[in-house]
C-alpha cells in the first residue's frame, strides 16, 4: 500500500499507522479466517488495514480511551460486522477475549503510548506546549491526574517516577523543587509544569529535545502505569495466542522495548539456569520463536510523512 492512500478524515486529520507495510507482513494475516486482537485501537489505523487486506479477519479492537473508539468505530464501519469494539486496558485482554467468546487468537497488536488525537488535543493535558490541565489520563475514568500525583506523592516518590520513567538525572532536584512550590502554589496546568521544569533543570542545549520533554513522559506513564500494563499484557498474550500465531509490539522508547525484548528473549530461550552449572537444573522450553532479533523501524519514506514514525521500534514473535 502507498502512502498517498491514506485518506484525510472529517476534521482534516490524516492518519499514517505506525510501520503498517511491516505491521501487515510481520503478522501474518494475509488470508483466510483469522482473529486479531488490536489492544491499542487508536484511531483504528492499523485494523482499517488488516481488515482491508483480509475480508475473512475479524478484530477485537480494545482502548480505554472512550475519544478514540468512537473515532475508531466511525473508521471501521465498513466492516462492523467484523470488528468487536471494547473499552477497557489491554492488560485484560484475557478477559476481554473471554468476553468477547473468544478462546485463543491468531495474532496480537500492541501499538504502544499516546495517540496523536490525544497528544493534539489541550485538554487532556499531554502537550508541553499547549496549554491545558495537567491531566495526561487516557482513560478520563480512572481517579489519578498527572497534577494530583504531583500535588500529592511524596519528594521520594516522585524522585522515583523522575527517575525510572524519565531517567533524569537531577530527578532528587526536581522532586524536591516540586515538594517546596506545592506548598505556596499547588500544580494544575501544563504550561506552568513545563516552564517550572526549566526553571529548576535549565533549558536545553540547541538542537535537544525541550526539557520537559522528559519531565512528561515520567509522569504520563506514572499516570497510566504504562510499563506496568505492558508487562501484564505480554504475559496474558502469550496463553491466548494459538500455535503459530503471532505477537507484534511497535514502541516508542527505550524502557518500553527493553521490556518487550526481554520478554520475548526469556520465553525464546531453552535452559536459563545461571552460568556454571553443569547440568540443566530449570527444564526450561522454548515457547516463542522471535521472527526479529533486532527491531524494526521505519524506512525514510515513512519518516518523511510521519516523524513519529522516526522513534517506533516493532518486535514480533510467534507462539511455538
Ligand atoms: C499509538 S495509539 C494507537 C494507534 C493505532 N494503532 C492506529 O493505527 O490508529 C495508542 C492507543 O492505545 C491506547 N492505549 C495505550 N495504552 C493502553 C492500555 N494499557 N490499554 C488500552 N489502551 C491503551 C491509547 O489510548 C491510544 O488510543
Known sequence: MD?????????????????????????????????????????GGHSSLILKQNRQAKILGIDRDGDALKRAEKALAFAADRVHLMRGDFSDLAD????????????????????????????????????????????????????????????????????????IRASRKLARAIAKRRVEKPFGTTLDFAKFCESVLGKAKPGKLPTPT??????????????????????????LLRKGGRLAVISFHSLEDRIVKTFFRHN???????????????????VLKEINRKPVTAKPDEIEVNRRAASAKLRVAEKL
Open 3 to 43: 502512502i498517498s492512500q491514506f485518506a484525510e478524515t472529517e476534521d482534516g486529520f490524516v492518519h499514517i499507522p505506525v510501520l503498517y507495510r511491516e505491521v501487515l507482513e510481520l503478522l501474518k494475516v494475509a488470508d483466510g479466517p483469522c482473529r486479531i486482537i488490536d489492544g491499542t485501537l487508536g484511531c
Open 96 to 167: 476481554l477475549s473471554t468476553e468477547a467468546g473468544w478462546d485463543s487468537v491468531d495474532a496480537v497488536l500492541l501499538d504502544v503510548g499516546v495517540s496523536s488525537p490525544q497528544i493534539d488535543d489541550a485538554s487532556r493535558g499531554f502537550a508541553l506546549r499547549l496549554d491545558g490541565p495537567l491531566d495526561m489520563r487516557m482513560d478520563t475514568r480512572s481517579p489519578d491526574t498527572a497534577s494530583r500525583l504531583l500535588n500529592r506523592e511524596s519528594e521520594q516518590a516522585l524522585a522515583d517516577i523522575f527517575y525510572r520513567y524519565g531517567e
Open 214 to 239: 522528559k519531565c512528561f513522559q515520567a509522569l504520563r506513564i506514572a499516570v497510566n502505569d504504562e510499563l506496568g500494563e505492558l508487562e501484564r499484557a505480554l504475559e496474558r498474550a502469550l496463553p
Open 268 to 286: 525464546a530461550a531453552g535452559c536459563i539456569c545461571p552460568p556454571g552449572l553443569p547440568v540443566c537444573v530449570c527444564k526450561h522450553k522454548p
